[in-house]
Structures are given as C-alpha cells and as structure tokens.
C-alpha cells in the first residue's frame, strides 16, 4: 500500500526512491509487525482471558505437569501474529503481486481452520475440537486452490516440476502430480508446526529462524542477477515474498514476547496451522520445497515421532518413545522444559544453516 502510495512520488523527492528497495521494505515490515505486536498483545491477551474461562483445555493423555503449570493460560495468541503480519504485508508489500496473495490466502484460510478448531476446545471445554478429518479436508481445499494458482503462473519450465537441491538445473517433471505434491508441502508444514506447538516458545522461534530462510530465498530466486549467479531457478515476482516473510519474522518475535516461559498465552491451532501453511506455499513458490524439509527439520522431525509412535504401536504394541511427540519424550525422561525448547532452538538455527547451504552448494 505505502509502495503504490509513495513510490509514484519518488520524482518529487528523491528519498522515496527507498520504496522500491526489496530490502528496505521487507525491513519496515519486520519493524511494523513487530511494533503492532507489542501494540496489540496486551489488550488482546486481556480479551483472551476474559472470554475464555479456564483457559485452553490442557489434554489428559498428555504431560501430567502441564495439568499444573499449563492450566489457565489463553489459547488463540495466533491471532496477533495473524493481524501483525498481514497488515505489515499489506502496508509494505507491492498490492499488485499474486504470489503474496496467494500465500496470504493460504495462511488466513488455515487460520481461520484453526481458529475454528481452537474456539470448539475452548467452548466445549474439549482438547478435541474440530474432527481430523474434516480439518484436513479444509486444508486440502485451500492448498489445491493455491497450487493450481502456483502452477498456472509460474514460467513454463517450472509449473509442474520439482527443483532439487544441491543440483544446478536439475528439475523433475511431476506432470499433474505437481498439485498433489504442493498440497502435501503446505498441509504437511502446517500439520507439522502444529505438532511442535507443545510447549512454551517452542515453535514460535524455529518458525521465525525458517521464515528468516525464506525471506532471503525469495528475495535472491526472484532476483535475476541473484539467481543466475547462485544458479537457482528464477521465479519473476517472487521477491516480494520477502516482504511477506520479513513480517511473519517481525509478528513471531513480538508473540514470543508474551509466549516466552511462561507462557502469557499460547498460539494455538489459529497461529501453527497458519504459520506452518505460510512456510509451505512460499515454499511451493520459490521452488524449493525440499529445502524447507532441511529447514523445517525440526518440525520433520517432531512429525516422523508421532507417526513411529502411532506405528509401533499398532504392529507391536509397544512404543518406541516414552511420549510422542519427540518434546514430549524428553519431558518423561525428565529434562526441564527451557531446557527442551533451547536445545531444540539451537538444532533449528543448525537445520536452517544448512539448508542455505544448499543455494551455493550447487
């Protein structure tokens, strides 16, 4: 909006010639994001607290602590980083890009989905809120429209194929297969975010070192001179992602500020679900849909847990970690939980090196 408004007058005066910097807009769209955060945090936490009595349902089937320490805190946090986000996007970002849109919509549908999710625990007073299956039929949905939009915008070379990291121009032709395949990347990320979200900033950081990853990923594939120098696969337009991502970054650092042990109030499915779709589609997008595996390893990992889990379980009856997912697990063998979620920080700062270094190991 500020670009459409502002840059036309860039002949006029000449500092405005700063609008049309990539950089310095997504820089004022972390610093906006941020801002707002801390301008909405507290009134809606107060909000969060006077309608939800009791707080978010804490499960029975997990940690026995949090019965304790977990018991009272508000759930839908993920609405500020909703509202910080997309209207720092909307304020900085050139409105006449689809690719934002098209992850905006991505992220606003899933969180609607998980508001809704969200809202059915808290009413009933029920950790099991909306059915599996209708959710992830609702998350299809949304990832379907997206990637038919994806694939019929992108150039020739790379609406359908897959993009293979540490190799220069190697693309793997999935044919119509690509939709089904997109749709996996953004309802598995969101699914993924989803089940990470277990304990206090937990998530909330590995989502804003990723989105950081991204933000510079947008940034250079949408780039020519960029991405013919790193011989990545250039997207026209996709740069402006980087605004998109910048705000995710700015809006997740503000929410930790209120999520940080303790907990003031938790993100819930209306923040992971959306956050985790918005990594997805960017990632669909720029075409490295594969570095966000290494990327979002965390999250990856935290998902493989569960599924080992539920597996084992199934074929042996016996299960292979104490509590899944993976957090959990630690938490049974005693480990304190700052102590889980530093160190789990610290392998996603691991995990996002090394998935940028895949843009110049090529």
């Given amino acids: 909006m500020l670009y ?7 002949g006029e005066f000449a500092v405005l010639n700063v609008f049309r910097y990539l950089t310095f807009r997504t820089g004022g769209a972390v610093i906006t994001a941020l801002i707002i955060s801390f301008m ?19 499960r029975d089937d997990g940690p026995e602590s949090h ?22 996007t909307l304020l900085w970002m050139d409105l006449a890009s689809g690719f934002v849109w098209t992850a905006l ?17 808290v009413s009933k007073r029920n950790s099991k809120g909306l059915p599996g299956k209708l959710k992830l ?9 997206a990637a038919f939009w994806v694939s019929a915008h992108l150039p020739d070379p790379l609406a359908t194929t897959l993009a293979l990291p540490f190799f220069k121009n190697v693309l793997v032709d999935l044919g119509w297969m690509f939709i089904v395949f997109a749709c996996f990347v ?23 070192i990723a989105a950081g990853v991204f933000a510079l990923i947008a940034y250079l594939v949408g780039n020519t001179v960029f991405a013919n120098y790193l011989q990545l696969h250039y997207v026209p337009g996709s740069g402006e992602l980087a605004v998109f991502m910048g705000s995710l970054v700015g809006a997740a650092l503000g929410f930790l500020w209120y999520n940080a042990p303790p907990a003031k109030v938790f993100m819930g499915d209306t923040g ?21 595996a290494i990327v979002g390893g965390l999250f990856v990992l935290e998902t493989v847990s569960v599924i080992v889990q539920v597996i084992s379980f199934k074929l042996t009856g016996r299960r292979v970690f104490r509590m899944a997912p993976l957090h959990h697990h630690f938490e049974q063998k005693g480990w304190a939980e700052a102590t889980i979620v530093i160190r789990f920080w610290i392998i996603a700062t691991i995990l996002a090196l090394a998935g940028l270094a895949t843009l110049k190991l090529r």
Avoid: W
């Fill in 272 to 292: 992971s679900l959306a956050l985790g779709g918005a990594l997805g589609a960017v990632a669909v997008i720029t075409k490295h849909e594969l570095v966000l």
């Fill in 40 to 58: 909405v945090g507290p009134v809606l936490i107060e909000v969060l607290k006077a309608k939800q009595k009791g707080g978010q349902p804490i």
């Fill in 137 to 145: 039929i609702l998350q299809i949905s949304i990832a379907g429209v």
């Fill in 4 to 10: 459409e408004i502002l840059f036309p007058m860039a």
């Fill in 186 to 208: 953004m309802v598995g990320s969101s699914n993924s975010v989803n089940l990470t979200d277990g304990l206090d900033g937990l998530a909330i950081v590995p989502v804003m």
């Fill in 67 to 88: 019965l304790i320490t977990k018991q009272g805190t508000p759930t839908m946090g993920g609405l500020l980083i909703l509202v910080a986000s997309v209207v720092a």
């Fill in 105 to 121: 919509g991505v992220t606003i549908g899933y969180g609607v989905i998980g508001f809704l999710d969200d809202y059915l625990k």
